[in-house]
């Protein structure tokens, strides 16, 4: 009686789970396919506002709070777009200190999800001891910094009645050490970040205002994290309606843009074997959708530079144990990249480098206070940027579009592992 017992009410379980996955994976394909007929409505809808504005040629001007308050586009302009990817953001670190050494200096900075976490960091201080920091910042990361597990952990956390599994409270305090200024527009190098509005599932670019909501709200994984609310509207993570923004940076009259994927350019989802692991690749092909749509109606004249990561070398979205390893990767890939296209103002190969060490899981992050309560060891000085004409402290080539750097191609170093760049593929991609 008792094995008759136990059968039936597995067998109960295992039935109410897969119909709550089931009905996920419904609800998840409706608000992605609701949402992309909502953003075609909009775009249609600008289109007309706009060709009614070129005939009438007397247009008042009024449009949504983020057209309003963009600026004039620029010619030539070089953007650096960053793409979400969760714990895989390491990559980009290492991406990001090889475009340092060599002097690369973007006009402008893109960034969703982890992405917009990078971005901010590198606006804030694109030099190379900037960029270090932030690698001592990921490098001393463990689970429980972002992801603090208490008494109850597993499964049964996401079908409780709360609106995230995690507090962000860890996420925050990331945040707050990776970018020095209160406000976006304080940064250093013009920052946009992206974060999905709740309210009619549409994207909404934060250009200026209090910097840590922002990112946090752009970073807010659905599910995982609660939304942010700003001005009274919430947000979750940006790389649900626009993981890889290069077509903001277009708009805004970039004619290069540099983009740093945590991940190949082409998505092969694994087999799935259960009915969660079919929600996410369905979840994941839906991401990934609008950037092949983006990268196949590239307008004439604009030239994208695919830094790419490889696949696989994680285990999970909450694991921190390869970072030293993806930070590895990333300079491999990038070291290739900025050898191929003459990237920066420094010819390659760059000066030698010191090599940080990695922050021990019990050391406190800078400054004091950090999830982990860690000290970054101090890392060794870099050549400093040599002072700009004009007198400011803004870096070299920023802000002006050009490129004053040698980008001759200098004798191929030894073939690494890194994955070839793609700059234009093809639509069926």
Same mark, same amino acid.
């Given at each position: 009686?008792?094995?008759?017992?136990?059968?039936?009410?597995?067998?109960?379980?295992?039935?109410?789970?897969?119909?709550?996955?089931?009905?996920?994976?419904?609800?998840?394909?409706?608000?992605?396919?609701?949402?992309?007929?909502?953003?075609?409505?909009?775009?249609?809808?600008?289109?007309?506002?706009?060709?009614?504005? $070129?005939?009438? +040629?007397? %247009?008042?001007?009024?449009?949504?709070?983020?057209?309003?308050?963009?600026?004039?586009?620029?010619? !030539?302009?070089?953007?650096?777009?960053?793409?979400? &990817?969760?714990?895989? %953001?390491?990559?980009?670190? +290492?991406?990001?200190?090889?475009?340092?050494?060599?002097?690369?200096? @973007?006009?402008?900075? /893109?960034?969703?999800?982890?992405?917009?976490?990078?971005?901010?960091?590198?606006?804030?201080?694109?030099?190379?001891? &900037?960029?270090?920091?932030?690698?001592?910042?990921?490098?001393?990361?463990?689970?429980?910094?972002? /992801?603090?597990?208490?008494?109850?952990? +597993?499964?049964?956390?996401?079908?409780?009645?709360?609106?995230?599994?995690?507090?962000?409270?860890?996420?925050?305090?990331?945040?707050?050490?990776?970018?020095?200024?209160?406000?976006?527009?304080?940064?250093?190098?013009?920052?946009?970040?992206?974060?999905?509005?709740?309210?009619?599932?549409?994207?909404?670019?934060?250009?200026?205002? @209090?910097?840590?909501?922002?990112?946090?709200?752009?970073?807010?994984?659905?599910?995982?994290?609660?939304?942010? $609310?700003?001005?009274?509207?919430? /947000?979750?993570? &940006?790389?649900?309606?626009?993981?890889?923004?290069?077509?903001?940076?277009?708009?805004? =009259?970039?004619?290069?843009?540099?983009?740093?994927?945590?991940?190949?350019?082409?998505?092969?989802?694994?087999?799935?074997?259960?009915?969660?692991?079919?929600?996410?690749?369905?979840?994941?092909?839906?991401?990934?959708?609008?950037?092949?749509?983006?990268?196949?109606?590239?307008?004439?004249?604009?030239?994208?530079?695919?830094?790419?990561?490889?696949? !696989?070398?994680?285990?999970?979205?909450?694991?921190?144990?390869?970072? $030293?390893?993806?930070?590895?990767?990333?300079?491999?890939?990038?070291?290739?990249?900025?050898?191929? /296209?003459?990237?920066?103002?420094?010819?390659?190969?760059?000066? @030698?480098?010191?090599?940080?060490?990695?922050?021990? @899981?019990?050391?406190?992050?800078?400054?004091?206070?950090?999830?982990?309560?860690?000290?970054?060891?101090?890392?060794?000085?870099?050549?400093?940027?040599?002072?700009?004409?004009?007198?400011?402290?803004?870096?070299?080539?920023?802000?002006? =579009?050009?490129?004053?750097?040698?980008?001759?191609p200098a004798p191929d170093p030894p073939v690494s592992a890194a994955s070839g760049p793609v700059t234009q593929p093809d639509p069926g991609t």
């Amino acid at each position: 009686m008792t094995v008759a017992a136990s059968s039936l009410l597995f067998a109960v379980v295992f039935t109410l789970f897969v119909v709550a996955a089931v009905a996920l994976l419904v609800l998840t394909l409706r608000f992605t396919i609701g949402q992309a007929r909502r953003s075609r409505a909009t775009w249609l809808a600008g289109r007309a506002g706009s060709a009614e504005a $070129e005939v009438g +040629g007397d %247009g008042d001007g009024d449009g949504d709070g983020d057209d309003a308050e963009e600026e004039p586009e620029e010619e !030539g302009m070089t953007a650096l777009v960053l793409a979400g &990817g969760s714990t895989r %953001g390491a990559i980009q670190i +290492g991406m990001l200190q090889v475009l340092a050494e060599h002097g690369f200096v @973007p006009d402008r900075v /893109y960034g969703s999800s982890v992405g917009a976490i990078n971005g901010a960091g590198f606006a804030a201080d694109p030099t190379r001891p &900037g960029v270090e920091r932030m690698a001592q910042i990921w490098l001393g990361l463990r689970r429980e910094d972002i /992801y603090p597990q208490g008494r109850l952990h +597993g499964p049964w956390l996401y079908v409780q009645q709360r609106d995230a599994v995690y507090s962000n409270s860890g996420l925050r305090e990331i945040i707050t050490l990776g970018f020095p200024h209160e406000r976006l527009e304080e940064s250093v190098l013009p920052l946009e970040v992206v974060a999905t509005s709740l309210a009619d599932g549409g994207e909404h670019w934060f250009t200026r205002g @209090p910097a840590v909501e922002a990112i946090l709200a752009s970073a807010a994984m659905p599910a995982i994290f609660p939304p942010v $609310e700003v001005d009274g509207e919430r /947000y979750i993570d &940006g790389g649900v309606v626009d993981n890889v923004p290069i077509q903001r940076a277009i708009d805004a =009259g970039a004619t290069r843009i540099v983009v740093l994927l945590c991940s190949p350019p082409i998505v092969t989802p694994q087999p799935s074997k259960r009915p969660v692991e079919g929600m996410v690749n369905a979840l994941l092909i839906a991401i990934h959708a609008r950037f092949v749509r983006d990268m196949s109606h590239l307008p004439e004249g604009v030239e994208v530079i695919l830094c790419a990561g490889p696949e !696989g070398a994680t285990r999970d979205f909450d694991d921190f144990s390869t970072t $030293e390893h993806l930070i590895a990767l990333g300079r491999a890939e990038a070291s290739e990249i900025v050898r191929r /296209y003459g990237l920066g103002t420094i010819p390659y190969p760059a000066p @030698p480098r010191a090599v940080p060490s990695a922050a021990a @899981p019990g050391d406190d992050l800078p400054g004091g206070g950090g999830p982990g309560g860690a000290t970054v060891p101090p890392t060794s000085p870099a050549p400093a940027p040599s002072p700009s004409p004009t007198g400011t402290d803004r870096p070299p080539g920023a802000g002006d =579009g050009t490129d004053v750097g040698d980008h001759s191609p200098a004798p191929d170093p030894p073939v690494s592992a890194a994955s070839g760049p793609v700059t234009q593929p093809d639509p069926g991609t």
